[in-house]
């Protein structure tokens, strides 16, 4: 069973930072991209965030300059280290990681709420 579980969301500040880290089990993803979406309130699941096998990062223009993606293949595990968070950033944001034909394996979401 392959599984993604994030961690780290919370309520914090705007300003203030948050990192967040998604650990997988169940299938190695080191050969694969892995990333960030957010959704927020009545919206679509919106891209944030990957990051190729090799740790080349991409990111959405709304989060360029304050996030950064990093993966750790020893510890199956990929992280999002958010800075200057503003309240725009409040969603639920789930961690994925690729699959062969297709297949994008996916967390369970964890809140973030930016307010002051």
């Known amino acids: 069973q392959v599984q993604l579980v994030e961690s780290g969301g919370g309520l914090v500040q705007p300003g203030e930072s948050l990192k967040l880290s998604c650990a997988a089990s169940g299938r190695s993803f080191s050969g694969y991209y892995m990333g960030w979406f957010r959704q927020f309130p009545g919206k679509e699941r919106e891209f944030v965030a990957r990051?190729?096998?090799?740790?080349?990062?991409y990111y959405a223009d709304s989060v360029q300059s304050r996030f950064t993606i990093s993966r750790d293949d020893s510890k199956n595990t990929v992280y999002l280290q958010m800075s200057r968070l503003k309240p725009e950033d409040t969603a639920v944001y789930f961690c994925?990681?690729?699959?062969?034909?297709?297949?994008?394996?996916w967390g369970r979401g964890t809140q973030v709420t930016v307010s002051s």
């Open positions: 994925y990681g690729d699959g062969v034909q297709g297949v994008t394996y």
């Open positions: 990051i190729s096998w090799t740790g080349n990062p």
